[in-house]
């Protein structure tokens, strides 16, 4: 039966999990994407892990044929890496999905249940939320333009439904518990996407190398005529990364760097050569009032572990 999931692509799922000493989660994720309803396979693309994680990935499902490893070399981020798992992948969809995210046996099934419904949808996101169930605002934002950033962080947005010119980045709740919404961007913790879509724009922007990668790759499909959707009545648990728990300056970092690169490329404030200097400027001078504490959150994360 894994055989001929493994061979056949129609209406079969690829799942891309990028691991990156992933830890216990990794085979946590890998069994509840296997225990689901609907044909699946999984490639678990290493950026060069060395904690053993996909190593024992490797041997406790060596026999089944759903189950393969792409071994990058090194750890070439996030879009790479997805990059190089869906070149493998056989499906006519794939499921980029974090180690530290759990699925239920019927997730994969709803979500492409979701994006077969209509030729028009591209991408698929789910209601991403915590381990104590509160809801992660990234499921579900809008493009992270320098006007919405600004009314975010100074609180503006608090009165955006009184008035909409204060938007921010995150969504209101949704009004009486819309099941399928249009958003603008979805969370890179689980993204369904159509192949075809996937491959026609190119994949992953590959000069991001940790966040913000899953943003540009929603707006390249909503460029492109795509729609991208939140399924709001599909929930999924997401963990938190352990590369965020114990290298928080590493990743810090290339968020930054991540924010600039979107700025840059989407952004009409950037062709403003002033406005472009002062978002630089700010945002460099967040990381490094930050750094110190990010150095901190890092070492006694390691001394814990």
């Known amino acids: 039966m894994a055989s001929a999931q493994a061979t056949s692509g129609s209406e079969l799922t690829s799942v891309v999990v990028v691991a990156a000493d992933s830890g216990e989660d990794l085979a946590d994720c890998v069994c509840s994407v296997l225990a689901s309803t609907t044909p699946v396979e999984l490639i678990v693309s290493d950026n060069a892990s060395t904690d053993g994680s996909v190593a024992a990935v490797a041997a406790r499902w060596r026999d089944d044929a759903r189950v393969r490893i792409v071994h990058n070399g090194k750890n070439l981020g996030f879009g790479a890496a997805g990059n190089r798992g869906a070149a493998a992948a056989r499906g006519d969809a794939v ?6 995210c759990r699925l239920a046996a019927d997730t994969i099934a709803r979500l492409r249940g979701v994006l077969d419904g209509d030729p028009r949808i591209g991408i698929v996101g789910a209601a991403i939320v915590g381990t ?20 975010t962080l100074s609180g503006l947005a608090h009165w955006e439904s009184r008035w909409p010119a204060l938007a921010g980045v995150a969504l209101p709740a949704t009004p009486g518990g819309v099941a399928l919404e249009d958003v603008e961007a979805v969370s890179g913790a689980l993204l369904l996407v159509r192949r075809e879509v996937f491959d026609r724009i190119g994949g992953f922007d590959e000069g991001y190398f940790l966040h913000c990668e899953d943003l540009d790759l929603c707006r390249r499909v909503r460029d492109a005529g795509g729609r991208v959707v939140c399924a709001n009545d599909v929930q999924v648990v997401h963990r938190k990364g352990t590369s965020s728990r114990t290298r928080p300056l590493f990743v810090a970092w290339h968020k930054h760097r991540g924010m600039w690169r979107w700025f840059v490329t989407f952004d009409p404030a950037a062709r403003n050569p002033v406005l472009r200097a002062l978002v630089w400027c700010g945002l460099w001078a967040h990381f490094v009032v930050l750094a110190p504490w990010y150095g901190w959150r890092g070492l006694r994360a390691r001394i814990q572990r």
Not at 95 to 100: C, G
């Open 132 to 151: 104590d169930g509160t809801p992660e605002p990234a499921s579900r934002r809008r493009d992270p333009l320098l006007r919405r950033a600004l009314c």
């Open 95 to 100: 499921l980029f999905l974090n180690p530290d």
